[in-house]
């Protein structure tokens, strides 16, 4: 192809037009095609630090950071180095390595969890955990709050029944219906609804999952001591909490937000990039797991070596400081989206129960996924696609997290005070 030609087809609509040939969507995961927000995606050449770059050559502050990982933004050196070094002493073994033990210290030091398993996505990480508290118990049944995600396990593609006593529907063709037979899903925040669900099938439900703060529902902050109080609750009916904190852990906090309960799901940030998640807890539950014992879990690229030296790599670089800096920044970006919006007379709510944050265009204040649900989505796309233009990469859905990094500096907020107001007025247009 000519060296024009092999120009001309590197735009980010002729990539997206070639993608689609060849990719469901163009995509290799739903949210990037840009469905929530209209339009299509730009394609990414490279990225460093705070900034990514589109094939186009336009450049974009990028508050997504690959949804959650990138929490010390793009390309660090210290992470590319070590990845690396890794690479050249091969990339892959089948066998275990001194990394895997070093990561897995890290994550029992810095949370609840006395032993943790490596694996290579989030929707393995919950997956496993999910079959580990139904060998445990003996149980079948798993309890999930509607508009929280735990990765696309048959069992967790299920829509609420009509009501807390029927069982959860197939969200999704290809689920069967036998698969989320023995999922309950109930409305998040809603105590009441979890204790009505434990007395509508006493003595069948092995889990409850959540999430330690639900960010896939955009951010909704738990009521205060909710996480404690399903802890006691679960146990209470014998069954096992399950908090998934793969986008929390180690972002929200050394440890995440380690709340009470008995598994764990990381992921993201423990990989700094790479295909790298964990699920972990007591030592007498994850003793079952093989070969340990006889519950069945395994993965060809479990521990691998180069996702084991990045995720290494940036957890010992999220010191206090590092941590401190996350929130300040958070807090920033928070406080000028606030102001841009008001002063546009566009009704929103920015809902800030981390540094993990949303932006809900919309007056109700949002403690659920129906309240999630009510924003205005139109005006989201509007806002999302003025910050585009802007230089500002938004996650391509409202119902998703603004996530930050600390190569976020000062010019990255003045960027981002110059291109707010303007977002905010194409919003409020499409609102009048
Ligand atoms: P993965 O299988 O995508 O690695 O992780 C699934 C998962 C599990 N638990 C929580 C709390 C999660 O947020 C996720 C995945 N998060 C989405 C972002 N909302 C991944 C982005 C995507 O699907 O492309």
């Known amino acids: 192809m000519s060296d024009k030609n092999a120009q001309q087809h590197t735009t980010s609509a002729a990539l997206n037009e070639r993608a689609s040939r060849v990719i469901p969507g163009g995509v290799n995961s739903p949210v990037r095609a840009f469905g929530g927000v209209g339009g299509e995606p730009v394609f990414i050449a490279d990225a460093s630090g705070a900034r990514m770059r589109d094939v186009d050559g336009n450049s974009y502050l990028d508050l997504v950071g690959s949804w959650g990982p990138l929490v010390l933004g793009h390309a660090h050196p210290e992470v590319v180095a070590a990845v690396t070094r890794a690479a050249g002493k091969g990339t892959s ?55 929280c ?7 967790f593609l299920a829509a609420a029944g009509s009501g807390v006593a029927t069982l959860g529907h197939p969200d999704s063709p290809g689920v069967p219906e036998t ?28 889990a409850v999952v959540t999430e330690a703060i639900p960010g896939n529902m955009g951010a909704v902050a738990p009521a205060d001591g909710f ?6 609750l679960a146990h209470a009916h014998g069954a096992l909490l ?7 852990g180690f972002r929200v906090g050394p440890g995440g937000v380690a709340a009470p309960a008995d598994l764990y799901t990381y992921g993201k940030v423990m990989g ?26 395994a993965g060809t690229l479990s521990g691998n070596p180069l996702a084991v030296a990045a995720g290494l790599a940036t957890l010992r670089l999220l ?62 796309g509007a806002f999302f696609h003025a910050m585009l233009e802007a230089g500002v990469h938004l996650p391509p ?10 190569a976020i500096d000062e010019e990255a907020l003045s960027h981002l005070a110059q291109a707010l107001p303007r977002a905010a007025e194409a919003a409020a247009r499409v609102r009048s």
Not at 122 to 144: I, N, P, Q
Not at 323 to 337: G, M, V
Not at 398 to 406: G, I, L, P, Q
Request: proline content about 5%.
């Open 93 to 147: 073994y089948g066998a275990p390595t001194l990394g895997e033990i070093e990561l897995a210290e890290q994550i029992v030091g810095r949370t609840p969890c006395e032993k943790v398993r490596l694996v290579s996505s989030g929707t393995e990480a919950t997956m496993s955990a999910v079959r580990l508290a139904r060998a445990a118990t003996g149980r079948d049944a798993v309890l999930k709050f509607a508009g």
């Open 149 to 155: 995600y735990h990765g696309h396990a048959d069992y």
């Open 179 to 206: 698969a989320t037979a023995e999922t309950v899903v109930v409305p998040y925040n809603d105590l009441a609804a979890v204790e009505a669900a434990f007395e509508a099938h006493p003595g069948r439900i092995a």
């Open 227 to 232: 996480n404690e109080k399903l802890f006691d």
């Open 242 to 248: 399950v908090s998934d904190e793969v986008m929390t």
């Open 272 to 297: 700094g990039g790479l295909p790298a998640a964990a699920f972990g807890g007591r030592a007498d539950l994850m003793d079952r797991i093989s070969p340990a014992g006889p519950v069945y879990q």
């Open 319 to 380: 010191d206090e400081a590092a941590y401190r800096k996350l929130d300040a920044t958070a807090a920033e970006i928070q406080r000028l989206a606030g102001e841009a919006l008001t002063k546009a007379g566009v009704p929103h709510r920015v809902s800030a129960p981390a540094n993990l944050f949303s932006v809900f265009f919309g007056e109700r204040p949002v403690r659920n996924f129906d309240d999630a649900a009510a924003q205005d989505t139109e005006a989201y």
């Open 397 to 406: 859905s409202a119902f998703e997290c603004w996530f930050v990094s600390t």
